[in-house]
């Protein structure tokens, strides 16, 4: 049963492009959370997608966009990048129960240049 | 903006004592989570405690949650080596969407 998978694991960019971050959930769940996680920081809350509509957000601006898929995986877009967009991006996945945990992938590393 | 505040930051102890993390946070919850993580990689979920429980356990695992003063403590028993990484608490608020408010996380050490 394959957990939350993640691509890509690394990803370098400059100032000014954009970045597309993709995930699949785990098997069963139909919740997709996007985090991003600063260097030494706990992760921070983005978005979070159900039934293909984004039904809560975070304090980001709107650069950071997202989407999911009739299958439920997710992607996540970001356009002008910052250099201090430079973080580890967290997705998570859940089931639409209440009080479930969260289940995180590995992340996608990104780099700003 | 962090919910919750872990103490201590760090924490270094030898293998096979006990470690001990806690956790404050400022709003209601439906139910509070730790996670563990290694070198910057994904969270791996440890335990979930909802609002009306006080104490949870699991393997070496014990949490205790006091809704009355925001807090809840960790407890690694008989701490290994492998133990060692960033932990963190995160609370589901009480609004319909569960959305994961992290604190800043407590850094553990474990040495032979």
């Known amino acids: 049963d394959a957990g939350v998978t993640q691509s890509p694991t690394h990803l370098i960019k400059t100032r000014g492009q954009q970045v597309t971050l993709r995930c699949s959930p785990k098997?069963?769940?139909?919740?997709v959370s996007w985090y991003q996680q600063a260097l030494g920081q706990g992760p921070q809350f983005i978005f979070q997608?159900?039934?293909?509509?984004?039904?809560q957000r975070g304090n980001f601006p709107d650069r950071f966009s997202g989407h999911q898929f009739p299958n439920y995986s997710s992607e996540l877009n970001v356009n002008a990048l910052l250099l201090g967009d430079s973080a580890l991006y967290l997705c998570a996945s859940s089931s639409g129960t209440y009080n479930q945990p969260q289940h995180f992938g590995d992340g996608t590393r990104l780099s700003i240049l | 903006s962090q919910q919750g505040e872990e103490d201590p930051q760090a924490l270094s102890i030898q293998e096979g004592e006990n470690a001990t993390m806690n956790c404050s946070y400022k709003t209601s919850i439906n139910n509070l989570q730790w996670y563990r993580q290694n070198s910057g990689r994904g969270l791996v979920h440890l335990i979930l405690?909802?609002?009306?429980?006080r104490e949870k356990h699991s393997g070496r695992l014990r949490v205790t949650l006091d809704t009355s003063k925001k807090s809840s403590s960790l407890l690694i028993t008989a701490s290994r080596a492998a133990d060692t990484a960033s932990y963190f608490c995160?609370?589901?608020?009480?609004?319909?969407?569960?959305?994961?408010?992290f604190g800043t996380g407590t850094r553990l050490q474990v040495t032979l």
């Open positions: 405690i909802r609002s009306n429980e």
């Open positions: 997608y159900y039934e293909e509509e984004e039904r």
């Open positions: 995160a609370t589901d608020g009480t609004g319909t969407a569960s959305k994961l408010t």
């Open positions: 098997s069963g769940h139909d919740t």
